[in-house]
């Protein structure tokens, strides 16, 4: 690591971020008195019914704050580099930006890059760290200040905060709670990494795990596997892809379930019971109840309305596009 040429009260920090996760973490910069002098997110993209353009979560609150915006389609380009290097960045604090940082780009900065990840390191690397680890059933997870490195989350590690995954955490809560916790850390320990007296430890290469990213495929439930893997599945998928399963031709969308573990001898996929407290479906060694369900072109309700309108009873869900 480099050192800084400017007081360490005023840094010129470039930050790169780009979805709601990143937004903490860019507030706690501007509320501990280290606005970056650029802000760096990806480009607006087409969202919603219209397809209009949509700024992202990160740019809307840097234009909030009054803050330079720049949006780049990539940072491998030498007018690219040249445009970063003009901020004259001490550091770059890189937060889910979603694209890669050549070896050029980290160069820029004295201080390098700092990277806040959604995971104890080495464990979980990757674009789907919060996913990952709810469907691995981990007990604990967390976040990491990484100086970073041209790998995949390769770089050493500053410092981490961990949590425990509670067992009814999904995907939204858990990278709510992380991106809390990370703006916090950052705000924490900036301060002794921009005066150099922070010295990140290596990441241990025999215990890396990769949080591949996700593929739509992976929310179809399987009713012929454990219950305990199909909660996590259900919780590990919402808010996006959503866990889904089939009735006939109908597509129907899970959002909330909870395991039950009385097996039943009925095929995998049957529905058992459906009233007030959801819809109970057979799974390999136990019932899923499902709480929250979505049908097509419908909004999501609680399982006991659609058990209310539909004769579920003995009927059998599946799998599979």
């Not at 937060?95 to 390191?121: E, Q, W």
């Not at 899970?254 to 819809?279: D, F, K, L, N």
């Amino acid at each position: 690591m480099g050192s800084l040429d400017t007081d360490v009260e005023s840094p010129r920090i470039v930050y790169a971020g780009t979805p709601e996760f990143a937004v903490p973490a860019l507030q706690a910069l501007i509320g501990a008195g280290y606005p970056p002098v650029a802000v760096y997110t990806q480009p607006d993209r087409p969202a919603g019914r219209g397809r209009r353009l949509r700024p992202s979560p990160v740019k809307q609150v840097a234009e909030a704050a009054g803050l330079p915006v720049v949006q780049p389609e990539g940072l491998k380009s030498a007018e690219a580099r040249a445009a970063l290097a003009d901020w004259r960045p001490d550091i770059l604090i890189v937060a889910a930006y979603g694209l890669i940082l050549p070896r050029a780009v980290l160069a820029i900065p004295p201080l390098g890059g700092l990277n806040l990840h959604a995971s104890l390191l080495p464990r979980w690397r990757g674009a789907a760290p919060i996913h990952r680890a709810i469907l691995a059933g981990d007990r604990e997870t967390g976040v990491c200040l990484m100086q970073m490195e041209p790998g995949l989350d390769t770089g050493p590690v500053h410092a981490c905060r961990a949590v425990p995954i509670a067992d009814d955490a999904t995907t939204g809560s858990l990278h709510d709670e992380l991106a809390r916790l990370g703006a916090d850390l950052l705000a924490e320990r900036l301060p002794a990494i921009l005066r150099g007296e922070s010295e990140p430890r290596p990441q241990d290469e025999a215990a890396v795990t990769y949080a591949h990213k996700l593929d739509k495929a992976e929310a179809w439930l399987d009713w012929t596997r454990p219950v305990a893997e199909l909660d996590r599945q259900v919780r590990a998928f919402n808010p996006w892809p959503v866990a889904q399963t089939r009735l006939d031709d109908q597509v129907v969308r899970v959002y909330a379930a909870s395991p039950r573990p009385q097996a039943s001898s009925a095929a995998p996929g049957t529905i058992m019971a459906a009233g007030p407290e959801g819809v109970d479906v057979a799974a390999d060694d136990g019932h899923l109840r499902l709480r929250t369900v979505q049908l097509p072109a419908r909004r999501a309700v609680a399982a006991a309305d659609w058990a209310r309108n539909a004769d579920l009873v003995g009927r059998v869900l599946a799998g599979g596009a």
